[in-house]
């Protein structure tokens, strides 16, 4: 596994999209986080459990703007959403890192924007830093 990080703004989805276009496989933390939070999704289950059903569109998928606005100024509302939220995507990268190897893939990238800051640099061969 290779971690890949950096920055806002400093070309990581552009080094994503080469390495992609190689046909080394991506495992995206950003596609994940919206995945792990679908309707029907244990992790939505818990959103709703904790914030309630204002936080849902009609269709029953997450209303981001309306989370954002009950979590940006309130830490532990923060707090206890990344405890749901992070880690579902954790498990979900790395059962996607598990699928690639079953399929034969003998090297995976692993786009995480907050690799770092998250701990799971640990878990990583090497990591990859892009800045600008």
């Given at each position: 596994m290779v971690g890949l990080t950096g920055g806002v703004a400093t070309g990581k989805s552009t080094v994503s999209s080469l390495l992609k276009a190689k046909k080394i496989p991506i495992v995206d933390a950003d596609v994940l986080a919206r995945q792990v939070v679908q309707p029907?999704?244990?992790?939505?289950?818990?959103?709703?459990?904790?914030?309630?059903?204002?936080?849902?569109?009609?269709?029953?998928?997450?209303?981001?703007?309306?989370l954002g606005s009950i979590i940006f100024n309130h830490e532990p509302k923060r707090k206890k959403l990344n405890s749901i939220v992070h880690p579902?995507?954790?498990?979900?990268?790395?059962?996607?890192?598990?699928?690639?190897?079953?399929?034969?893939?003998?090297?995976?990238?692993?786009?995480?924007?907050?690799?770092?800051?998250?701990?799971?640099?640990?878990?990583?061969g090497k990591v990859v830093v892009v800045y600008w």
């Amino acid at each position: 596994m290779v971690g890949l990080t950096g920055g806002v703004a400093t070309g990581k989805s552009t080094v994503s999209s080469l390495l992609k276009a190689k046909k080394i496989p991506i495992v995206d933390a950003d596609v994940l986080a919206r995945q792990v939070v679908q309707p029907g999704t244990p992790a939505l289950a818990k959103i709703i459990e904790h914030f309630g059903p204002s936080i849902l569109l009609p269709d029953g998928s997450l209303d981001r703007k309306q989370l954002g606005s009950i979590i940006f100024n309130h830490e532990p509302k923060r707090k206890k959403l990344n405890s749901i939220v992070h880690p579902a995507v954790s498990y979900a990268i790395l059962r996607s890192v598990l699928l690639h190897w079953i399929k034969g893939e003998k090297m995976c990238i692993v786009d995480v924007p907050l690799l770092i800051e998250g701990g799971l640099w640990k878990l990583m061969g090497k990591v990859v830093v892009v800045y600008w």
